[in-house]
């Protein structure tokens, strides 16, 4: 079949459907996870947790288990599911989306709640209770003696309502009791239940659904579940080499060109350790569904709360990565943060990269290109104020000197872009300067890495083109000759001797009081 034949019978990519059902009746493409339904549907346990980014499949993972779980088996033809289950049994499901209960008032969120239970009362015959874990104890009991079967319950994005007012000791509270109460019965009324799975971004400790069900399974970094959401590279050669196949060619490159360019873009998530490499979903569908590498995941969330987050914990841009910690310290409660390690994580824009099984340590870093230049850009304004648009340009034109070589000439627009912006009031220290050379040359992501290790120190920065590596060493208030200087004498060029490139040395001073690049030295 030609490439222009495979076009015509490509499956559409499931932009914005959440809906397992509407996925398959639909005919859109569908990355098989049934089998991890199966085995968590019959698993020897009864209530699960899955804690995963936003937008990651969480969604669609609970649709799937409804529509399992319904006895829907003809939605189910052709999967991996089909050839395992045999019985396909059909249960009462009361499936709950909390996505949609944020910014709610303690009134308000109790109206959402009991809009989320009427449909079910109104199908079972119950005149609703006036409190809301009544409602549901009612309800839970009702299905269990009208059909015969136990019932399963899904809640979607439990902790939705709560996660916006996490860190507000005024509001946190009425609204967490709420949610208290509308969970509380998933406990008593066990004996009716014959599966109940949550999904979420964190823990809420204090909502009691942890401590009251002592015997909750939390499958977040249980090794058979390491890809139960997002896509593996394994799905995406099985499942998806015709659509990378086509991407390929609306940019001219080969399919192996092409599935390097996605894994630097979107790859490098892992929920455990060891894990398959995981791709965000979201970005990756959206990528073949209109041919473009961009930041999807990251440009449908403003993270305007993590950046709010990353100035009150005083952590400068070249310390979100990086980081070691045990699993205690990132998959843990948010209520009372001591730490941002935990929102990073737990929010996507840290990954698992690495784990010590002597010291049980996990190294914890930014997964792609895609959360290391999005975050870069939120950062921005902190250096350039109301300058960004400007600043952006002129990076734009920077990365475009540098992919030619011409590392002279980007040093000389960034100087003369730097006169231009007005002193910032935290420019009192050295820091302040290093920090913004990060976060700037970060942002040609595909091409820089930082604080890169060697046998006698770290590289400031080292990045890669096509035809270079450049190693740069930054100074503050002191010559680029003390840079170069530095660079000779702790041999730094030794250790990318095998790279395959020639490495350009380059030494650069920064002069607070003119408050840009005072000289450089390249070698």
Request: with cysteine; proline share 4%; hydrophobic share 35%.
């Amino acid at each position: 079949m030609t490439r222009m034949e495979q076009e015509r019978t490509l499956k559409r990519c499931p932009i914005g459907i959440q809906t397992f059902s509407k996925i398959i009746e639909g005919n859109y493409l569908y990355i098989d996870k049934t089998e991890y339904v199966y085995r968590l549907a019959n698993a020897d346990a009864t209530y699960f947790f899955l804690s995963r980014p936003r937008r990651f499949g969480k969604s669609l993972l609970t649709s799937t288990l409804r529509s399992y779980f319904e006895g829907r088996r003809e939605l189910f033809k052709g999967l991996a599911i089909e050839r395992i289950e045999t019985e396909w049994t059909e249960y009462p499901v009361l499936h709950f989306d909390m996505s949609l209960g944020k910014h709610l008032g303690k009134e308000e969120l109790e109206r959402y709640i009991g809009n989320r239970l009427a449909p079910y009362e109104e199908l079972y015959g119950i005149t609703p209770a006036i409190d809301i874990n009544d409602r549901l104890t009612n309800l839970i009991i009702r299905a269990y003696e009208q059909t015969g079967q136990k019932v399963v319950v899904l809640i979607d994005e439990y902790d939705a309502p709560l996660l916006d007012v996490a860190h507000e000791e005024e509001e946190l509270p009425a609204l967490r009791n709420v949610m208290r109460n509308f969970y509380s019965p998933l406990k008593g009324c066990d004996p009716y239940l014959r599966f109940v799975f949550l999904t979420g971004i964190t823990k809420f400790s204090q909502l009691s659904i942890f401590s009251e069900l002592n015997n909750i399974s939390n499958i977040s970094m249980m090794k058979p579940y390491a890809a139960i959401c997002g896509i593996t590279e394994e799905e995406m050669l099985t499942q998806m080499d015709e659509h990378i196949g086509r991407f390929a060619d609306t940019l001219g490159l080969t399919d192996k060109e092409m599935l390097q360019r996605l894994k630097e873009k979107y790859d490098g998530y892992h929920f455990t350790w060891p894990s398959p490499d995981i791709y965000n979903p979201f970005s990756l569908m959206n990528a073949l569904a209109y041919s473009e590498l961009d930041n999807y995941w990251f440009g449908s969330g403003t993270p305007t709360y993590l950046i709010e987050m990353l100035r009150k914990f005083q952590v400068p841009p070249s310390q979100i990565g990086g980081k070691e910690a045990k699993s205690t310290a990132f998959d843990a409660p948010t209520e009372c943060l001591t730490s941002i390690t935990p929102l990073l994580y737990q929010s996507g824009y840290l990954t698992i990269k690495d784990y010590n099984r002597y010291s049980e340590l996990y190294t914890l870093d930014i997964p792609n290109i895609e959360i290391r230049v999005g975050l870069m850009e939120s950062l921005l304004p902190n250096y350039l104020q109301q300058y960004k648009d400007e600043g952006m340009t002129t990076i734009g034109r920077m990365y475009d000197a540098i992919r030619q070589d011409k590392m002279e000439e980007a040093l000389r627009l960034l100087q003369t872009f730097l006169l231009t912006v007005p002193a910032c009031d935290n420019t009192h220290y050295e820091g302040h300067y290093q920090q913004m050379f990060y976060v700037i040359f970060s942002l040609f992501g595909q091409y820089v890495d930082v604080e890169v290790r060697t046998a006698t120190g770290r590289v400031d920065m080292v990045m890669r083109t096509a035809t270079k590596l450049y190693l740069m060493e930054l100074k503050v208030d002191r010559s680029a000759a003390a840079a170069m200087e530095q660079i000779q004498l702790k041999d730094y060029p030794s250790r990318f001797a095998l790279c395959g490139l020639p490495v350009v040395k380059v030494g650069i001073s920064f002069d607070t009081e003119k408050r840009t690049i005072g000289e450089w030295v390249i070698e």
